[in-house]
């Protein structure tokens, strides 16, 4: 055929109509995924470019499908969308070859060999990004966000309001040791510049309905539980932290709550959290950033830590559970996902102590911040807040003291 003739153009033509039509099959795919988020409220976690910049840290299937089956999820349950192969492993219409390394905007967070020797014993943690995540709001969100407790008809717990309490003495000390510290809020004031309000009103839009009470309390929920935690994701991931602290208090459970310990890492994905375009690729960032075995030696150091000075025993799951993962040799840690520990950049400390409907433990929460020692029911105790704090930054002292290089001595390849 002579370039130019019909039979060319023809040609050219059908060429183009089936590219078009296979963009057409696929797009519906990569627009869900790429703005199901976006239609009440901005996305804060990792794009598409992002995951795949992280790489392959995997040698083979085998490799990826057991960290998937001890950690993540059942492999069967995301093989629509994390396709392993002999080569490597199909992700977002890309194909990723086993044992890429990172690039470009890919990996952000820093172990302690990647970091400079410490300068001083004194300030193990010097240059270390730590972000700390005062968990719910308080204050006068407590009652809305359903973390506000009348315990014995005359203790007001409100989790969100002690949650910053200790944040901000363990800001003090991480400082105190050296680091750079984010605390992603200073108040009951959320991190969001959108209101609940607004999300009642765009899920009434959406629905064709009015705003009635009962949309507004859902709305509420869906604000604290999805709205303000992507946009802390948002803030977390300007900052880039090495890791992040999630400070949480566990309500308790039974007629008379006993005071426990248990940690959370990311982990334990439904098939039905993995339909949810966030939590998937929260997931991959996870998977692909090869976060866990940081995330769960520094969780282990910090709960040796808390349990020293708190002396809490476990709090265990009922397992088998479609909930949770068991992290092997170590009963206070265990897998979960939760939308904080899943958005959130880089490790995630996410620690869950006491038990805030026991009667001793609501009164301390209640007796607010104090130095030495007051007594309740005949125990002598420390401030509740200053105890957590301590136990927590000691426990990431310990981390890096005993991961990163020490003053005067090569960092470790």
Known sequence: MVPGTPALRFKKRLLF?????????????????ADDSQRLYPYGGPSPEEIMALGNPYASKQELIGILNRVFCDPEDCRSWLVPKSGGISLFDGFIPWNTPVSGIGKTWRTPSELPPMKTSRKPLDGVRIAIDPGHLGGKWAYREQRETLVEGKYPVREGTSTLIVSELLARYLKGMGANVLLLRDSATPVSTLTPEIIAKRLAKMRNTKVTPSLQREADMFFVRRVEINARAAKLREFKPDLT??????????????????????????REELDDPELRRGMLSKLLGKVHPVEAELSAHVAASMVRRLQLPPFVYAVPSKKVKEVPGND????????????????VIYTEPYAMLNSITARRMVMGDYAGYQYFSGKRLP?????????????????????RPAPGKAVSS
């Open 17 to 33: 109509l089936c590219t078009v039509l296979l963009l057409t099959v696929h797009a519906p795919a990569r627009q869900a995924d």
């Open 245 to 270: 602290v999630c400070i949480h208090f566990d309500a308790g459970s039974g007629p008379k709550p006993v005071d426990k310990l248990h940690l959370l890492l990311n982990g334990s994905y439904s």
């Open 332 to 347: 206070y840690l265990w897998c979960r996902n939760l939308l904080a520990n899943c958005l959130y950049p880089g490790p």
């Open 383 to 403: 401030s509740i807040y200053r105890e957590y704090a301590r136990s927590v930054a000691d426990g990431i002292r310990n981390y890096f003291v005993s991961k």
